[in-house]
């Protein structure tokens, strides 16, 4: 079974700074189906990135992801106050079901 | 617009069952699987399995599929997951989230989410 592989752990950055995340695959996925996910203390998780690149409806354009195979990276270019939250990443499409990876946080400095 | 929404929380004492219902809105409910997921505190999403809200079908999770059950009703566009043999560490977030069906999709719509808390 794959496994999902998200550092750092946390990531501490200040307001306009940019972050790049970073989601390992223990096995290659096949046709990019890859997902970043942001939760916030308290909310349900929100689809961001879907597709390893293609960005979901009303996301803004500084959230983008980038990869293939087994690594992937999402990249926000201007970190907003609102963006500081927890991250993960998530493989779909598996006919085992959706894995998970553990998470990173990305905290104000 | 799409929306789920999850039942209230819930205490329960360890060897009881509990069942979580997830009212979906907005969307045609049979087009779509119903994913569960849970979240104990400070930890990762745990996928328990799905359920098809169309034709029934489910699959579950190695981990709880002798502990879980899920069901829906289409006249209600209401989902429901059942957990027997609740233990202590079963204490988590519990969400519903929806999937469209028949092809590889990610989640793209969560309900509000679920507290499960076992304690005796």
């Known amino acids: 079974e794959s496994v999902l592989t998200q550092s750092p752990g946390t990531l501490s950055l200040s307001p306009g700074e940019r972050a790049t995340l970073s989601c390992r695959a223990s096995?290659?996925?096949?046709?990019?189906?890859l997902a970043w996910y942001q939760q916030k203390p308290g909310q349900a998780p929100r689809l961001l990135i879907f597709?390893?690149?293609s960005r979901a409806t009303g996301i803004p354009d500084r959230f983008s992801g980038s990869g293939s195979g087994t690594d992937f990276t999402l990249t926000i270019s201007r970190l907003e106050p609102e963006d500081f939250a927890v991250y993960y990443c998530?493989?779909?499409?598996?006919?085992?079901?959706?894995?998970f990876g553990g998470g990173t946080k990305v905290e104000i400095k | 617009q799409v929306q789920l929404v999850q039942s209230g929380a819930e205490v329960k004492k360890p060897g009881a069952s509990v069942k979580v219902s997830c009212k979906a809105s907005?969307?045609?409910?049979?087009?779509?699987?119903i994913h569960w997921v849970r979240q104990a505190p400070g930890q990762r999403l745990e996928w328990m399995g799905w359920?098809?809200?169309?034709?029934?079908?489910?699959k579950y999770s190695q981990r709880f599929q002798d502990r879980v059950t899920f069901s829906r009703d289409t006249s209600a566009t209401t989902a429901y997951m059942d957990l027997s043999s609740l233990r202590s560490d079963d204490t988590a977030v519990y969400y519903c989230?929806?999937?469209?069906?028949?092809?590889?999709?990610?989640?793209?719509?969560w309900g509000q989410g679920t507290l499960v808390t076992v304690s005796s």
């Open positions: 989230a929806r999937e469209e069906f028949g092809g590889a999709y990610p989640i793209d719509a």
């Open positions: 907005g969307y045609t409910f049979t087009t779509y699987a």
């Open positions: 359920i098809s809200a169309g034709s029934g079908s489910t």
């Open positions: 096995q290659s996925i096949s046709n990019n189906y």
């Open positions: 597709g390893a690149a």
């Open positions: 998530q493989h779909y499409g598996s006919s085992r079901g959706p894995i």
